[in-house]
C-alpha cells in the first residue's frame, strides 16, 4: 500500500518502507484502482471510529476490501480471483544513486 501520511505506528508490525514515490509520479498513483478501499482488517462492524473509516467500502462482512489474512494464506490465486481489478507492481528497478540524490 501507499503512505499518505507518516505511518511509524506500523513498523512494529513488520511494514518496511520499500520506496518513495516521487511528486512526477503521483499522477500515477492517482489512476491505481482505489474501489476496494481500504484493508478488510481496518474495516470492523460498526467502523473503528479513526480516519481512514472514510476509505472502507462497507464494513464487517460486506467489506470490499482485502483481506490480508487470506493474501498472506492464500497469496496471488486469491487476489486474481475476488480482487481482479487491484493494480499490481509487475517490477522494480533500484537507482543506486537514489540515496545520495536526496541527501545532495
Not at 506500523?10 to 484493508?39: K, Q, T, W
Amino acid at each position: 500500500f501507499i503512505n499518505y501520511a507518516d505511518n511509524t505506528r506500523l513498523n512494529p508490525h513488520g511494514f518496511a518502507i520499500v520506496g518513495i514515490v516521487m511528486d512526477s509520479g503521483m499522477d500515477v498513483v492517482d489512476r491505481l484502482y482505489s474501489g476496494y478501499g481500504e484493508v478488510s482488517d481496518l474495516c470492523p462492524v460498526g467502523g473503528s471510529g479513526k480516519h481512514y473509516d472514510s476509505y472502507c467500502q462497507g464494513f464487517g462482512p460486506s467489506c470490499q476490501g482485502v483481506n490480508m489474512s487470506r493474501v498472506v494464506s492464500e497469496g496471488e490465486p486469491y487476489l486474481r480471483r475476488e480482487k481482479p481489478l487491484l493494480d499490481r507492481i509487475l517490477g522494480v528497478s533500484v537507482d543506486a544513486d537514489f540515496e545520495t540524490q536526496l541527501l545532495v
